[in-house]
């Protein structure tokens, strides 16, 4: 029998250090860190659950934040209940290709 723990989210920091230029982000991205750490997702449809506009590519989840004006993409480990965070980018960037790199 498996039991499934609080998912863990690492590279908090990361995460805010590049979120600092983007101000209006931060309240947003705090919210969707809490209710990641509360979570217990086992696939997209669990995430969908709660984020509605989640896709997934491979083992990569992108997230919409703040009414689709930035794109967090994470590594979902949904075995370890791990989710590891890879790249913090606003719409226009990620527009540009900046996150071919990950995709």
């Known amino acids: 029998?498996?039991?499934w723990y609080?998912?863990?989210?690492i590279s908090k920091r990361e995460l805010f250090l590049r979120s600092l230029a983007f101000r209006d982000a931060t309240?947003?991205?705090q919210v969707w860190l809490e209710t990641?750490?509360?979570a217990t997702w086992q696939s997209i449809e669990d995430i969908r659950k709660t984020?509605?506009?989640a896709d997934m590519v491979g083992r990569l989840a992108i997230f919409n934040v703040k009414g689709n004006h930035y794109r967090l993409i994470v590594r979902m480990e949904f075995r370890s209940q791990r989710i590891?965070?890879?790249e913090f980018l606003t719409h226009a960037e990620c527009d540009k290709g900046a996150s071919r790199k990950w995709l």
């Not at 609080?6 to 989210?9: A, I, L, P, S």
């Open 27 to 29: 309240t947003a991205l």
């Open 1 to 3: 029998m498996l039991v």
């Open 36 to 38: 990641a750490k509360a």
């Open 6 to 9: 609080q998912v863990r989210v």
């Open 51 to 53: 984020f509605p506009s």
């Open 84 to 86: 590891y965070i890879k």
